[in-house]
């Protein structure tokens, strides 16, 4: 391709779409997009993997997520994420040397609780329910007496009506520890990680009803077990997701709260993840909290399965040290005196920034890194509002271009991802359609400029709308292992190279992945590749 030195290069993220297979359950396919058409049909192209070990997680059914995409987009290599270390740490038993699980043993040796809060899944996207099993484990064996499960109930990553699986799994787990003398083991809360705790908009409501039934035992929805609890909600709705059951506290003979938090407890959040965990560690942690009012805090011993936000080192107290990104490619561009900007709507403000960008959060030279954040919308069903902030960014983004200040410019399109959680077919199509007409613009803009850019995706979602079951077919709320298309758009594009397709005979690339497109961009900027990062896409005859 041209040298694009001083000519705009963008990494356009449609995320959530994937390719799959052109059926019934697949909105990409169903929908009308001229765009995409064009740019897959006129232009060096390939598919990508996202999923399993492509993005460094434990297995080939590991679906890969927007976290874990980003960051391998902006390392350029592929580096063991979240789960994978947990689980090898886990293994070697390095897990259970850690300080500050130490710390929390420590805190709860005298007979208080020890409290575990997170999403009871084995999606291994944001948590993984043998994580769960672990610390309880652990915590049995080191005699800790009394333990309480804040459960979120999934329907996303999983199943859209699992919930009851994972709860079956602890409580047996809860009935052998409970077998012997003087230990009680149990659930406390619970409810749909749409509707309680895992925001990561801001919306303080969610995470405010979530503070007052774990730490307070309030909540008007009120069950004697777990199972109750999601049959009673199943039974007034058949149809609802898993995500969306409303908050509930487990409550004794009396009514009263069986696992709220008081002074001398311990709390571990056992999501791996950052982006949905970091709003909760913030309530439990900042002296100067002022998303809602707190009430009477107890004074607890709060930990993370990870650190949430690097920046602010949050939580102090870490099961797992954080995945590093020694030289992220944000990082390696700014030192070749590149200006770069990142621009999304808040759903995917940090994959754009502390993801991307290897663990931090703000620029490192606010005058040559620009992160434009636009709101997401508040208090609606991303399903009913499917085009989402597709326009506003893409006119954003030609604006940018237009400026003729920047080499580099990251954007995510959220729609595909967002819209195809919510399980609505005729939602997903029109938020792909926006994704499509949005990406239009840009690219325009860009040939103008003559510019170039990488339009791919972090994994997928909205291809896979539907799932086989038993009887037939449900909807399906959760990323996929699908691969996602990777076009080059070059204004000045001849035919002159390609980009790599999978290639069984060579194992170091036998499917290109996320972790390619970092020594791309650079040599679509005209830049010599760094010889750490994993190989180009483009060959040339």
Known sequence: MTNTVNKPVLLIVMDGWGIGSGGHEDAIAQANTPVFDRLWSGYAHTRLFTHGPYVGLPAAKDMGGSEVGH?????????????????KAIADNSFFASSALQQVMEVVANGTTLHLVGLLSDGNIHSHLNHFKTLIEYAFEQGVKRLRVHALLDGRDVGIQTAQKYVCELEEDFAYINGNEGFDYGFASGGGRERIIMDRDYDWSKVEQGWNMMVHGQCEQRFPS????INHFRERQPDIVDQDLPGFVIVDQDNQALGKMTDGDAVVMVNFRGDRAVEITEAFELDDFDGFDRGDKPDLTYAGMMVYDEDRNLPKLQLMGPTKVDNPFGKRILELGIKQFRLTETQKYPHVTFFFNGGYRQPLDESMEDYILIPSDKGVSFSDAPQMKAAEIAGKAVELIESGEYGFGLINFANADMVGHCGNMASAIEAVEAVDKAVGQIVEALEQAGGAALITADHGNAEEMLVATKTGHEPSTKHSVNPVPCILFDAAYDGSYQLRQPDAADAALAVPGLS????TLFEMMGYAVPDDLNPSLIERP
């Open 226 to 229: 777990m199972l109750a609890a």
């Open 71 to 87: 960051l391998t987009m902006g390392a350029g290599m592929i580096l063991d994420q979240g789960p994978t270390r947990i689980n």
């Open 516 to 519: 390619h497109l970092a020594a």
